[in-house]
């Protein structure tokens, strides 16, 4: 597994990240994740994540490989 990140965006106590995240099997794929963090008391509350999970979906249903996606 790697995690490369591209960017990060902060503003007060919110920041934005943009990585890749590149796996291995049984989900191998490269995926960018955008991330938006929420920080209070300099501990994240909060994070919500956003990224294309069709590579992962043989993880979840039993199918394997891009199948799971059709």
Not at 34 to 63: C, L, Y
Request: hydrophobic share 50%; glycine share 8%.
């Amino acid at each position: 597994m790697r995690l490369d990140v591209k960017t990060i965006v902060a503003q007060g106590n919110e920041a934005a990240i943009f990585f890749e995240l590149e796996t291995t099997a049984p989900a191998a794929a490269t995926t960018l994740v955008a991330e938006w963090h929420k920080v209070s008391n300099g501990k994240i509350q909060w994070v919500r994540s956003a990224f294309d999970g069709r590579p992962f979906a043989a993880m979840f249903t039993g199918a394997k490989g891009s199948e799971a996606a059709r």
